[in-house]
T-cell receptor
Framework: EAQVTQNPRYLITVTGKKLTVTCSQN?????MSWYRQDPGLGLRQIYYSMNVEVTDKGDVPEGYKVSRKEKRNFPLILESPSPNQTSLYFC???????????FGQGTRLTVV | GNSVTQMEGPVTLSEEAFLTINCTYT??????LFWYVQYPGEGLQLLLKATKADDKGSNKGFEATYRKETTSFHLEKGSVQVSDSAVYFCALSEWGYKLSFGAGTTVTVRA
């Protein structure tokens, strides 16, 4: 089954404790992205990747890092989480030349 | 830059009522347009899409027409069901690596 898998689904952490949210897709898509969803703001792009070792900032990259060492994986790293990063996070993938994005189930992160 | 403006919610309807959610966009080029739906506790699912002007996307009784002249992509359904209760997002993409989303509209359908 074609899918984007994120882990964990839920995470509560403390300010300053580094964390990683994993994302993996099995569709051999070139493009992958991370979004955060906040009430009244919709989804905003954090980072994107157009292929292995090619990443770039989206609209709200501050406080986040990503890496793309393998085509299928695109982890989101919060080196020093803060309460304003409490949000619902989605990973998405798209094939090169396409526009339809496939989304993971989401990760609800709470930073206290 | 690209942006999407959609009708603020929440919207509460009775079963079998007509639903419309307005969406307008600003884009520099010729984007593809989408409606995504998020059911309670779930991720985003593509509901329908249109890739060029005058295209009509449809799925599960929902429809939306890509109107270049009014830069709009309004979502409609003639007779809603309780199972249509969800958050609906209008979005556009000019390049496959980026979607621009509206704020989302929460729809609640009562029996």
């Amino acid at each position: 089954e074609a899918q984007v898998t994120q882990n964990p689904r839920y995470l509560i952490t403390v300010t300053g404790k580094k964390l990683t949210v994993t994302c993996s897709q099995n569709m051999n898509h070139e493009y992958m992205s991370w979004y955060r969803q906040d009430p009244g703001l919709g989804l905003r792009q954090i980072y994107y990747s157009m292929n292995v070792e090619v990443t770039d900032k989206g609209d709200v990259p501050e406080g986040y890092k990503v890496s793309r060492k393998e085509k299928r994986n695109f982890p989101l790293i919060l080196e020093s989480p803060s309460p304003n990063q409490t949000s619902l996070y989605f990973c998405a993938s798209t094939r090169e030349g396409g526009t339809e994005a496939f989304f993971g189930q989401g990760t609800r992160l709470t930073v206290v | 830059g690209n942006s999407v403006t959609q009708m603020e919610g929440p919207v509460t309807l009775s079963e079998e009522a007509f639903l419309t959610i307005n969406c307008t966009y600003t884009a520099t080029g010729y984007p593809s347009l989408f409606w995504y739906v998020q059911y309670p506790g779930e991720g985003l699912q593509l509901l329908l899409k249109a890739t060029k002007a005058d295209d009509k996307g449809s799925n599960k009784g929902f429809e939306a027409t890509y109107r270049k002249e009014t830069t709009s992509f309004h979502l409609e359904k003639g007779s809603v069901q309780v199972s249509d209760s969800a958050v609906y997002f209008c979005a556009l993409s000019e390049w496959g690596y980026k979607l621009s989303f509206g704020a989302g509209t929460t729809v609640t359908v009562r029996a």
